[in-house]
T-cell receptor
């Protein structure tokens, strides 16, 4: 299995531009998580999906952030408009959730720099 | 707010020594997990311990869980330079929400 695939790996954009981050989870996994990692705030859970349905988006910082999971093999995280404080590494992770949350498999991350 | 908090924030040891990292959390849990992150990479799962378990081993890793104190420890024995990384604990929080919340992590440096 190729693991969780994220794209792009690096993105540099200017303030006000729209940013779309993409994630392909591991086939057969039914839960998908988006995390943001910064030095100041560590790893923050933004949103997670179970069976393609958003379960908890309380970590999404503001309305500028949105996430979708149109099918079991694809998810996007969109920031519109982007701001310099959005600069961070964004991780997607997937897992096979049975009774409780199990092992998460992480992608390599998308490093976003907003100028 | 973070569910888990690791201690120490940074640890530097010589190769061959043991490394111990601690994690404290605030609410009841179903399980607690430890992850490793090498610089510039994604997190990798190391071990999961359930709330009804007290100790678990995996190779050179030993994890303990004390639910009465809401704390866990990760011991890496006979450390190697390749163990240099950040280590995070993660908890699934109260109830069965499916959320996995990470602590701030411990940065471990193993000097050859």
């Amino acid at each position: 299995d190729a693991g969780v695939i994220q794209s792009p790996r690096h993105e540099v954009t200017e303030m006000g531009q729209e940013v779309t981050l993409r994630c392909k989870p591991i086939s057969g996994h039914n839960s998908l998580f988006w995390y943001r990692q910064t030095m100041m705030r560590g790893l923050e859970l933004l949103i997670y999906f179970n069976n393609n349905v958003p379960i908890d988006d309380s970590g999404m910082p503001e309305d500028r952030f949105s996430a979708k999971m149109p099918n079991a093999s694809f998810s996007t995280l969109k920031i519109q408009p982007s701001e310099p404080r959005d600069s961070a590494v964004y991780f997607c992770a997937s897992s096979l959730r049975q009774v409780n949350t199990g092992e998460l498999f992480f992608g390599e991350g998308s490093r976003l720099t907003v100028l | 707010s973070q569910q888990g908090e690791e201690d120490p924030q940074a640890l530097s040891i010589q190769e061959g020594e043991n490394a111990t990292m601690n994690c404290s959390y605030k609410t009841s849990i179903n399980n607690l997990q430890w992850y490793r992150q090498n610089s510039g990479r994604g997190l990798v799962h190391l071990i999961l311990i359930r709330s009804n378990e007290r100790e678990k081993h995996s190779g050179r890793l030993r994890v303990t869980l004390d639910t009465s104190k809401k704390s866990s420890s990760l011991l890496i024995t006979a450390s190697r330079a390749a163990d240099t990384a950040s280590y995070f604990c993660a908890t699934d929080g109260p109830g069965n929400t499916g959320k996995l919340i990470f602590g701030q992590g411990t940065t471990l440096q193993v000097k050859p």
